[in-house]
C-alpha cells in the first residue's frame, strides 16, 4: 500500500512501464521478500501510472493490463504468477457480478496478505469506478484488513479520478494537507 507514489512520480517518457514496475516491487520485497508480496506491488504501481499519466487509460483497461504484464515481469515465480493472475481476474470478475460486496471481498481473502489486500481494492474501485466514497466504504467494511484495502482502494481511485474527485470530507481536516499537496504537485510536475 506504500508504493503507489511511484506510479505517480515516473512517467514512461523516462522510463519503460516494466521499469516502473519493478521500482514498486523492489520497494515491497525490502519488507515483504516472498512473490507474492512484491509482485501485488508492481500490479498497483502499473495501473496507478497507467491511469494517472497522459494519455490517461481507462480503470478497466489498466486492470486488464497489470494482469497481462506484471506477471511477465518475474517468470521464475511460475506458481505464484499463476495464483496472482487467477485471483486480479476474479477480482475484475466479481465487480462485474451482482454478488454483494462482502460476499465478493470475502472470496477474495481478507487482505491480511499483499494478493489479496490488492484483490480487494481492485474489486471495489472498479465495482465503483465513478463513485470514490462508495469505493471506499466497501473497502473497509469486511472482517480482514481494512485498512490497507481502504489506502489501496483510495490510492487507485485518487490517481483514476484526481484530486478534486475526492469528496472533501475525505481531506478537509487533514493534518498537514499543505505540505501533502505541496509534495504531490511536485510528484506531478517532476
Not at 15 to 29: F, K, R, T, V
Not at 117 to 132: M, Q, R, S, T
Not at 136 to 146: C, P, Q
Request: charged share 20%; proline share 5%.
Amino acid at each position: 500500500m506504500r508504493v503507489a507514489p511511484i506510479g505517480l512520480f515516473y512517467d514512461t517518457d523516462v522510463l519503460s512501464i516494466e521499469d516502473i514496475d519493478c521500482m514498486g516491487a523492489g520497494a515491497a520485497a525490502i519488507t515483504h521478500g516472498h512473490p507474492l508480496g512484491y509482485i501485488p506491488a508492481a500490479g498497483l504501481v502499473h495501473i496507478v501510472q497507467l491511469v494517472s499519466h497522459e494519455p490517461p487509460v481507462l480503470l478497466s483497461d489498466a486492470v486488464t493490463d497489470m494482469i497481462e504484464k506484471v506477471p511477465g515481469l518475474y517468470p521464475e515465480a511460475e506458481s505464484d504468477n499463476a495464483y496472482f493472475t487467477m485471483l486480479m481476474k476474479k477480482a475484475a470478475a466479481l465487480a462485474q457480478s451482482d454478488v454483494p460486496d462482502l460476499e465478493a471481498i470475502h472470496q477474495l481473502g481478507e487482505g491480511w496478505v499483499a494478493k489479496e489486500a490488492l484483490a480487494i481494492a481492485v474489486y471495489c474501485a472498479l465495482k465503483y469506478e465513478d463513485d470514490f466514497d462508495a469505493a471506499l466504504v466497501a473497502s473497509v467494511n469486511h472482517k480482514g484488513d481494512s485498512d490497507s484495502t481502504g489506502a489501496i482502494a483510495g490510492n487507485i481511485l485518487g490517481a483514476y479520478l484526481g484530486y478534486d474527485n475526492i469528496p472533501r470530507k475525505y481531506t478537509e481536516n487533514l493534518e498537514m494537507m499543505d505540505v501533502m499537496e505541496r509534495i504531490a504537485g511536485e510528484l506531478m510536475l517532476h
